[in-house]
């Protein structure tokens, strides 16, 4: 249901950058204008559900994230982009920490997609000149168009195909998904 699939996404956006279980709790009674309302320990329980047992590697990347932030103070997204850390160690830098290379990647994948679509239209691509793509927003992880409804469908492969990027990390190759 609704409910279930919201804290299902929640506890994974939450834990994965180390948010606390009050402010879990907190949030989910804001976000829901107090619809749902979650008591602490079941807050620690999804907490200890998904960061320790369905994904224990999360606690372990944290770690190396921190001791990045501590030797270099600096981190870098999967295209190479760095971003410098000058404030001082602790709860906040760390979560800022967690959530730049993934926030950093998916926005610069939107970004460079935008960048080829518009060169492509620009070129006279088409699918997509034929198919009368506007794009009107970057939305950090998405893109905001619009197309010939006849066309649209085609449009939206090739728009896709563009925000489909390949990384290798620590020697595991994959594609982002879209």
């Not at 994965?16 to 879990?24: L, R």
């Not at 190396?64 to 190479?80: A, W, Y």
Request: aromatic share 12%.
């Amino acid at each position: 249901d609704k409910i279930k699939y919201y804290i299902g996404k929640k506890t994974g956006h939450s834990y994965n950058y180390d948010q606390g279980p009050i402010t879990f709790q907190t949030t989910v009674l804001k976000e829901t204008e107090g619809l749902v309302v979650l008591q602490v320990k079941d807050c620690k329980a999804y907490r200890d559900l998904y960061k320790y047992e369905l994904f224990p590697e999360i606690p372990e990347w944290h770690g190396k994230v921190q001791e990045t932030i501590k030797s270099t103070r600096k981190l870098s997204n999967l295209f190479g982009y760095e971003r410098r850390f000058h404030q001082p160690f602790g709860d906040e830098l760390w979560r800022q920490g967690y959530a730049f290379n993934p926030q950093s990647t998916v926005a610069t994948i939107t970004n460079l997609a935008i960048t080829e679509l518009q060169e492509s239209i620009e070129k006279g691509d088409g699918v997509l000149t034929e198919g009368g793509l506007d794009i009107l927003q970057n939305g950090h992880d998405s893109i905001l168009c619009q197309a010939y409804e006849d066309k649209a469908m085609d449009v939206a492969r090739v728009v896709s195909s563009h925000l489909c990027k390949s990384f290798n990390v620590n020697g595991v190759a994959f594609q982002m998904g879209v």
